[in-house]
């Protein structure tokens, strides 16, 4: 009997003895809640992160490598493109840089014109390839209100083409055609070969003529309009009339007009190009033919 109550006493204390460490425990992580802020936590998690991230920065990068077929096809795109700059220059027609008009190089390419500050727009004209509005120009002259470069398929600047500013006129054209003689001059002397096209309106003139004993003939004649008459500037207006020069020396040709738009304003155009480059484009293109 006396066994029996012994052991009985032994599981008893043991039995308080472990409620009394499960409660210690309770109480331990009941007292840790109140007393430890989130703010204290966090930071305690900051500096475990801190140790973390020095570990990694004292490990060995591990090397990343991007291939995809989209990747691959990109890259080669890049090389064809690099590729195809590269034979375009070395296919230069002129591989030395000649002086163009407003401090332009022929034969440069696009790349090349923006390097010197030429701002350049896309604009669209029909027959050409390639052209772009450009300002900021090295050598700027205040007769022309717009400048467009040409530059082609090849890449390489033949044509610059110049529309001079609107000018009120008088009837007679009187204004646009003081600008013209001296542009007209200039480039003569610049370079040479000056050779001037009038297309005159025709109009036909009733001529009277005496045949005597009172009698008369009267005939329509027709007569050729002048440069500078007191219509001219309607004539070239409505296109019944055209006037324009040309001048080349072998290596650049321009060609000198003037124009009136539909509200009556009238301009001079100068339109350039290298003959060197054109000839030798035409050239290629035939024996490709």
Excluded: C
């Excluded at 080669?76 to 375009?88: D, H, P, V």
């Excluded at 090349?112 to 900021?136: I, R, S």
């Excluded at 070239?236 to 009136?260: D, H, I, M, P, R």
């Amino acid at each position: 009997m006396k066994k029996g109550l012994w052991a009985i006493g032994l599981f008893a204390l043991a039995a308080i003895f472990r409620f009394t460490a499960s409660s210690a425990q309770t109480s331990d992580n009941f007292y840790d809640s109140l007393l430890i802020s989130d703010e204290i936590k966090t930071e305690e998690n900051a500096e475990q992160a801190k140790q973390n991230a020095g570990r990694l920065l004292n490990s060995k990068p591990t090397e990343i490598k991007i291939d995809s077929p989209l990747l691959r096809s990109h890259q080669k795109k890049l090389q064809k493109i690099q590729k195809s700059q590269k034979l375009k220059s070395q296919n230069k027609v002129l591989k030395t840089p000649e002086p163009a008009p407003f401090g332009l190089n022929w034969g440069a390419t696009y790349d090349e014109v923006q390097k010197d500050g030429v701002t350049l727009t896309p604009t669209g004209q029909k027959d050409y390839v390639n052209n772009f509005t450009a300002t900021h120009l090295p050598k700027r002259v205040s007769t022309f209100r717009e400048i467009i470069l040409t530059f082609g398929i090849e890449n390489e600047l033949w044509r610059i083409i110049a529309y001079g500013n609107f000018i009120d006129d008088t009837p007679s054209a009187e204004k646009v055609l003081e600008i013209y003689n001296r542009y007209y001059h200039l480039l003569e002397q610049k370079y040479g070969n000056a050779q001037q096209f009038y297309t005159p309106k025709v109009i036909n003139v009733d001529r009277v003529t005496d045949l005597g004993n009172s009698k008369t003939k009267t005939e329509s004649i027709p007569q050729e309009q002048v440069i500078g008459n007191p219509d001219f500037l309607q004539e070239l207006q409505n296109g019944e009339a055209f006037l324009y020069a040309t001048f080349e020396n072998g290596k650049v040709g321009a060609a000198l007009s003037v124009s009136v738009d539909g509200r009556g304003q009238s301009y001079i155009t100068i339109e350039y190009k290298n003959l060197t480059i054109m000839q030798a484009r035409e050239k290629s293109t035939l024996d490709a033919l």
